[in-house]
């Protein structure tokens, strides 16, 4: 059923083509609805939780995110762990 939002492809096969753009994270914020503002900016950083598939813990994520041709928006991001954080390259 094509209910006119935006169908996400994501590493893990269960979230393919899933609607998410209603979906919260632990903090009751949008991070679809975070992306795809971003998005219509251009670019953009953005923020929210999930869970770290290599840990399987829920986790800040810090992550950019680009506007391409108004049909794809590409994003790198990284989860945040506990401790000393270094955000330079």
């Given amino acids: 059923m094509d209910t006119g939002f935006p169908r996400i492809s994501h590493f893990s096969g269960s979230c393919t083509g899933a609607h998410r753009y209603n979906a919260t994270d632990?903090?009751?914020?949008?991070?679809?609805?975070?992306?795809?503002?971003?998005a219509r900016t251009g670019n953009g950083m953005i923020e929210y939780y999930s869970v770290n598939p290599s840990t399987d813990t829920t986790r800040f994520k810090i992550r950019y995110v680009a506007d391409v041709d108004g049909t794809r928006v590409p994003g790198a991001g990284r989860y945040m762990e506990p401790g000393t954080v270094n955000l330079r390259g």
Avoid: A
């Fill in 26 to 38: 632990i903090m009751e914020t949008h991070p679809v609805r975070k992306i795809l503002k971003s």
